[in-house]
């Protein structure tokens, strides 16, 4: 289960000073000549605290004397652990599920000198000030919306034949007509969610840019494409194609819902297709990229998955950075943890069932991977900001009053 659409990437106070820069040092191993490297790792249904042993139990057989410990985040996130282990001044070496930002870079090591990083999925998207500090293992794309087949044949709607929002909005009414709820939806975060799978897959195509020059003042908000993808969403609740009433669901809930057949379409990110495999529904269910008025397809809204970091202040710079090495380009461990978590890498294949690999097709047509980070990362608390303005069109707020909002918000944090 997601908490929200970054997928439980976690910021890090900048505001810890650091001990001692032990990325720069030389030697690294204990007394003992053996070396144990500290990982902090997140735990979740299918990232199992028995999967990480498993991982990391075949990079010591292939590295004698290197030894791997997990420390796990339990009810915490990956980089509250992180400031914890940094203030009590004990760091590790290893972090998972942690994104670097320029207000925080320096307590990780720069990795731009190593050459094997340029390769990784989305490392360049994810550069800060031109240097390299996170790499990851493959990617989540999120603009993409999938479907009951059977509700669509009933209709007789072609999802082949969706691909502007007008076709969109054409769709959902003849799936109503024919006793279906069109779209599902919940609370929670998913409104926000759901509103940047769809809107930014347009936006950000049109001007991969605009993050940044909203940033810069330069654009706003109530004078961009994002209204007219408002508008859009605002009549969608307001012709019944999402029910108000699911705002009182849970993410868990909603996602049942459309599992159970109640609902003809879900957007959602490519991490659900694990659900829909561990449920035996995959085959009922297909899959289309997010419909936009631009062009189509268009870029995938989307992250990195499985990032990591090496910190700053490691004991150990030299065999953490070899263990990250390995994590994220090593073909076996690559496939395993893709499979793990259901994502998805460009020239990676495994063992999928027919909606993961209809999910991997629309990764490799896609035109880009639209992503928040870096440069283009939004100020701090932008997506809950986003989602509490999304949800009030549920009861009564213009789009233009949405978009006035979050500009007003936006303007107030800078």
């Known amino acids: 289960m997601r908490k929200h659409w970054r997928r439980g990437t976690a910021a890090i106070a900048a505001t810890i000073v650091l001990g001692s820069t032990a990325a720069c040092a030389g030697g690294s191993s204990d007394a003992s000549g053996e070396?144990?490297?500290?990982?902090?790792?997140?735990?979740?249904?299918?990232?199992?605290?028995e999967y990480w042993k498993g991982l990391f139990a075949q990079y010591e057989q292939k590295h004698p004397g290197v030894h791997v410990k997990l420390e796990l985040t339990g009810t915490i996130s990956a980089g509250a652990k992180l400031n914890q282990?940094?203030?009590?001044?004990?760091?590790?070496?290893?972090?998972?599920?942690?994104?670097?930002?320029?207000?925080?870079?320096q307590l990780f090591a720069d990795l731009s000198d190593q050459e094997w990083t340029k390769d990784t999925p989305l490392a360049q998207q994810h550069e800060i000030e031109g240097k390299r500090y996170l790499v990851g293992v493959g990617e989540q794309i999120q603009s993409l919306v999938f479907y009951n087949k059977a509700a669509f044949a009933k209709a007789g709607v072609?999802?082949?034949?969706?691909?502007?929002?007008?076709?969109?909005?054409e769709a959902m009414g003849k799936l109503k007509a024919a006793g279906f709820q069109p779209l599902q939806t919940a609370g929670q975060w998913v409104p926000g969610a759901q509103f940047s799978m769809m809107a930014d897959a347009g936006v950000l195509t049109?001007?991969?840019e605009w993050t940044?020059?909203?940033?810069?003042?330069?654009?706003?908000?109530?004078?961009?494409?994002?209204?007219?993808?408002?508008?859009?969403?605002?009549?969608?609740?307001q012709q019944g194609y999402l029910q108000k009433s699911a705002l009182?669901?849970?993410?868990?809930d909603g996602q049942a819902a459309f599992l159970a057949g109640k609902s003809a379409m879900y957007v959602m990110g490519s991490y659900f297709v694990p659900s829909a495999d561990k449920a035996k529904k995959s085959d009922e269910i297909g899959v289309f990229s997010m419909p936009t008025d631009g062009a189509y397809p268009s870029g995938q809204f989307g992250n990195v998955a499985d990032p990591y970091v090496v910190a700053a202040a490691s004991p150990h710079p030299k065999e953490a950075t070899e263990l990250v090495r390995w994590l994220v380009t090593d073909k076996e461990a690559v496939r395993s943890q893709l499979a793990?978590?259901?994502n998805l890498r460009k020239g990676f294949s495994y063992d999928m069932s027919s909606l993961g690999k209809q999910v991997q097709q629309i990764l490799e047509a896609a035109p880009s991977v639209l992503?928040?980070?870096?440069?283009?990362?939004?100020?701090?608390?932008?997506?809950?900001?986003?989602?509490?303005?999304?949800?009030?069109?549920?009861t009564g707020s213009s789009a233009q009053q949405v978009a006035e909002g979050l500009d007003k918000w936006w303007n107030s944090q800078s």
């Open 85 to 105: 282990d940094l203030a009590a001044g004990d760091p590790p070496d290893i972090a998972q599920q942690i994104i670097p930002t320029k207000e925080n870079a």
């Open 340 to 342: 793990a978590d259901g």
């Open 371 to 394: 992503v928040k980070a870096g440069e283009r990362q939004p100020i701090d608390g932008y997506t809950t900001e986003l989602n509490t303005q999304v949800q009030s069109l549920y």
């Open 158 to 169: 072609n999802p082949a034949a969706i691909k502007t929002l007008d076709q969109f909005t």
């Open 248 to 252: 009182g669901l849970t993410y868990t």
């Open 35 to 49: 070396t144990t490297l500290r990982v902090i790792v997140n735990i979740t249904p299918n990232l199992t605290q």
């Open 212 to 237: 940044v020059k909203r940033t810069g003042k330069k654009v706003s908000f109530a004078d961009s494409g994002y209204v007219k993808y408002l508008q859009r969403y605002q009549s969608w609740i």
């Open 206 to 208: 049109a001007d991969p």
